[in-house]
């Protein structure tokens, strides 16, 4: 019989939950964004997102049910993202997790919202374990992480790169900022860069002889340069609109290619020292096409790459993930606690 797994997701901004079926098939995805509600202030604001989870839960859940085809009841076990995230967001979804779980008398599967990244790749190509097999090597790139995991085995993980300041995530977003574009900042920051000529260059921020990142002094790179060409903090006197929307666009391709350029380069290394037999990628940048597409071009490995809404954040992911854990008989108490700060690897 096939195992029906509920997973919802509340760490930050998105609202959602999934049915996944043997951690495989996706039967439902419901995700309902509260990004317009936080544009305004141009990043997201934790007591508003908290309060919106509470209104959207309920919702999202008989959605995500119905478009399954079936009823809580079928499911066999819920999985929920537990950390990391913001606390007041989490508390939201563990705390219906657990009331389901409990009425229910099925498992709680609390799930490791980096890992839930990384699972949305079996929902992409289905048997990773044999095909490529483990190890693997994954980026988990968001907006508030940029890893480098070996994958050793389900379960099994060692971080072996991570940002030292800013996500990549992150620094798009303050990228747009700067730019002037809206929340959230990568999706703006790719349109716009499409056409671009590239003939403005950003540094790179190669951080020698380490498989870790840094993209705090990029982004004030682009601060100065946004300055020196007039575009900031806002438009000078004498720039036409036209000359403004070239330099936005030509801004933008270079912050994006810079990013692109390092993160691509190191995964790649990664991948060549520990010999892995493939990559997987997951997290709200895995999005990009540009970085999906250089990645591509460099690897001489497979690269598994879920659909851009697979990459942001989704419950589905989270039923994927908590369907292995199942597997192991790795059920979660239900006093389980959200965890804010917790680590992969
Ligand atoms: O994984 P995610 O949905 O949420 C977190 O776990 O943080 O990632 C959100 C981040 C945001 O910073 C957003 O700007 C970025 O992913 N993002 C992108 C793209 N789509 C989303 N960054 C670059 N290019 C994209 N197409
Ligand atoms: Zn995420």
């Not at 609109?241 to 390092?262: C, G, K, N, P």
């Not at 989270?318 to 008989?329: E, K, L």
Request: aromatic share 6%; charged share 20%.
């Amino acid at each position: 019989m096939a195992i029906k797994i509920l997973g919802i997701e509340t760490s930050c901004d998105e609202t959602a939950a999934g049915v996944v079926e043997d951690g495989r098939t996706l039967l439902s995805n419901v995700i309902s964004s509260q990004a317009d509600l936080h544009s305004v202030y141009g990043g997201v604001v934790p007591e508003i997102a908290s309060r919106q989870h509470v209104r959207d839960l309920v919702p999202v859940l008989e959605q995500a049910a119905a478009n399954s085809g079936f009823g809580l009841e079928d499911m066999d076990a819920i999985a929920v993202t537990f950390g990391p995230g913001l606390a007041g967001s989490l508390i939201t979804g563990v705390n219906a997790a657990k009331a389901i779980a409990y009425s229910l008398g099925i498992p709680l599967l609390g799930v490791n919202h980096l890992e839930g990244h990384i699972y949305a790749s079996w929902l992409a190509q289905g048997d990773l374990e044999n095909d490529p097999g483990f190890p693997l090597a994954c980026l988990v790139a968001s907006g508030g992480h940029t890893d480098l995991l070996l994958m050793e085995g389900h379960g099994r993980y060692k971080l072996v790169g991570r940002t030292r300041d800013d996500a990549a995530g992150e620094a798009f977003d303050k990228a747009a900022r700067i730019l002037g574009l809206g929340f959230p900042g990568g999706p703006e920051i790719q349109r716009v860069s499409v056409g671009a000529t590239g003939e403005e260059k950003l540094p790179r921020a190669w951080m020698k002889d380490t498989l870790d990142f840094s993209f705090s002094g990029l982004k004030t790179a682009l601060l100065h340069l946004a300055q020196d060409r007039g575009i900031y903090p806002s438009p000078e006197d004498g720039v036409d609109q036209a000359r403004q929307t070239h330099l936005v666009r030509e801004l933008a391709a270079a912050f994006q290619e810079s990013v692109v350029d390092v993160i691509s380069s190191k995964l790649v290394t990664m991948a060549a020292k520990y010999r892995v037999k493939g990559l997987v990628l997951g997290g709200g940048v895995t999005a990009n096409a540009r970085l999906r597409e250089e990645i591509v071009r460099r690897s001489p490995l497979p690269v598994i790459i879920p659909p851009p809404v697979l990459c942001t954040d989704n419950g589905a992911m989270i039923a994927a993930c908590g369907y292995f854990q199942y597997q192991r008989g790795e059920e979660s108490a239900l006093d389980i606690d959200v965890d804010p700060g917790l680590p992969l690897g």
